[in-house]
């Protein structure tokens, strides 16, 4: 091959280093190139004359750098060539360069881009192989669904464990023990206080039923669910309420506060559901002072009377300050306890 007329290789740069690698394999692998054909020829290696019969190799190589051997009519293209005469006169060449195949795949030659799709493409071939083994250990059953049995096995697994988890870390925490109270004796208190005004009790049940439509559309379930209240008096608030809700100019309940709070002054269990801004706060705080009032004082060591809870730090804050304006005027002390602060900032003077 010769190096300066392969139209394939345009570049003088790749073709000087072209020329810079076949200098050094001539160098390198020449030597015992020669080595090995002498020894062929030495083991009495047969080789073809020109009439087609067998003759052994008997004469000795020799090297020569020009004139060129001619083998068959045809004029090598490289610069050294291995010359053996045997007993015909015949001439055998050896081309001393190497393939051009051999050339062409070099390491310094060789793409990155393709090594690297060498290198996963064998990843791939590894995994495929894996996968196959473990259909091939799934016997008895379908494939797909052995493995989607499989694949479900290892979620439930892992769901058990956070289970397990969740349930160790809760186990840890003090168990509250089971309150009997059949056996406490408590004290008698009276849980209703409403009174139905002879407005409210002159309606008919259609009468009630378009009230409720007119406000909002209120729903109510339960056995004989008291009428809402259409003013604040008809409601049975202490006097010192009224007072306060004038001054908040708070001119008729709205529709959640119409309907619970007459349940919750009759001692009604109550489940309330309204959209935020609609008064839920005073709905069921105003019959919680009632039946705070109706209570004997508390006494050193003694619990609170009444216990409102919440999600949220800022709803609790919410409600104490509606707590404190309207249980200041009834001498009603409220507290609101959360986390994040100093207890001492929670407690009331």
Known sequence: MNLDTNPIISDPARQRQRRERAAKWRVDKLPALRQSLQKRLNH?????G???????ATASPSTTASPRAVVSGVTPTTTTDLVAQNHGGDAMAVDAVPPAS?????????????????????????IHAA????????????????????????????????????????????????????????????????????????????????????????????????KPAMKWTHCGLPAACYKVIKDQCFTAPTPIQAQAIP????????????KTGSGKTLAFLLPLLRHIKDQREVQTGEGPIALIMTPTRELAMQIHKEAKLFGKPLNIRSACCYGGSPISDQMPT
């Open 102 to 126: 051999a050339m062409d795949v070099d390491a310094a030659d060789v793409d990155p881009l393709d090594q690297f799709m060498v290198d996963v493409t064998s990843q791939v071939a590894k």
């Open 50 to 56: 020109t009439d087609g019969a067998k003759r052994p």
């Open 131 to 226: 996968d196959l083994q473990r259909l091939t250990e799934l016997k008895g059953t379908n494939s797909v669904e052995a493995l989607n049995a499989a694949d479900d096995t290892d979620a439930a697994d892992a769901e058990h464990d956070i289970l397990a988890l969740a349930a160790k870390k809760l186990g840890k925490k003090k168990d509250i023990a089971a309150v009997d109270h059949k056996s406490i004796a408590y004290e008698p208190f009276r849980k209703n206080f409403y009174i139905e005004p002879p407005e409210l009790a002159a309606l008919t049940v259609d009468e009630v039923k378009d009230m409720r439509a007119e406000l909002d559309g209120i729903k109510v379930a339960g056995k004989e669910c008291p």
């Open 44 to 48: 009495g290696i047969p080789d073809h």
């Open 263 to 274: 349940a919750i002054m009759a001692g009604r269990d109550v489940i309330g559901v309204a």
